[in-house]
């Protein structure tokens, strides 16, 4: 795997990480904001793209903001346990951070919190 690309686009506020170029991948929508695109064939990240990114990484009074994971739900539990794989490995932990959430009924729902990417100030 090559270095990451990452591109931000200030006027839609959109940054694009891509870490297979050209790469045939299956897109998972895992919220309204994020989508992550991976390689089923080689089981690997082919790039990640957050939509409003300032608002996700966007910190709050009582810290960083998280995001459930909602897109999971709707996949195959084989692409499911590959997306969290992909999520829970380098390199792309280093960008998206997932947790767990245990309302009081005790049913485990898992967050997503998005590190902020120095290196997308200065691409466009």
């Known amino acids: 795997m090559i270095e990451p690309i990452y591109n931000y686009d200030e006027e839609s506020d959109t940054l694009s990480v891509v870490f297979e170029p050209a790469v045939k991948a299956t897109g998972i929508e895992l919220?309204?904001?994020?989508?992550?695109?991976?390689?089923?064939?080689?089981?690997?990240?082919?790039?990640?793209?957050?939509?409003?990114?300032?608002?996700?990484v966007q910190e709050t009074a009582f810290g960083p903001r998280t995001f459930p994971l909602t897109g999971l739900a709707?996949?195959?539990?084989e692409t499911r346990?590959?997306?969290?794989?992909?999520?829970?490995?380098?390199?792309?932990?280093?960008?998206l951070r997932i947790a767990a959430y245990t309302?009081?009924?005790?049913?485990?729902?898992?967050?997503?919190?998005v590190q902020p990417v120095m290196a997308a100030a200065s691409t466009v």
């Open 31 to 56: 919220t309204d904001h994020i989508l992550l695109r991976i390689n089923k064939t080689t089981q690997q990240i082919a790039s990640i793209t957050l939509l409003d990114y300032s608002l996700l």
């Open 103 to 113: 309302p009081k009924d005790g049913h485990i729902i898992p967050v997503v919190l």
């Open 74 to 77: 709707d996949l195959s539990e």
């Open 81 to 95: 346990d590959l997306a969290l794989d992909i999520l829970r490995a380098l390199p792309v932990r280093t960008i």
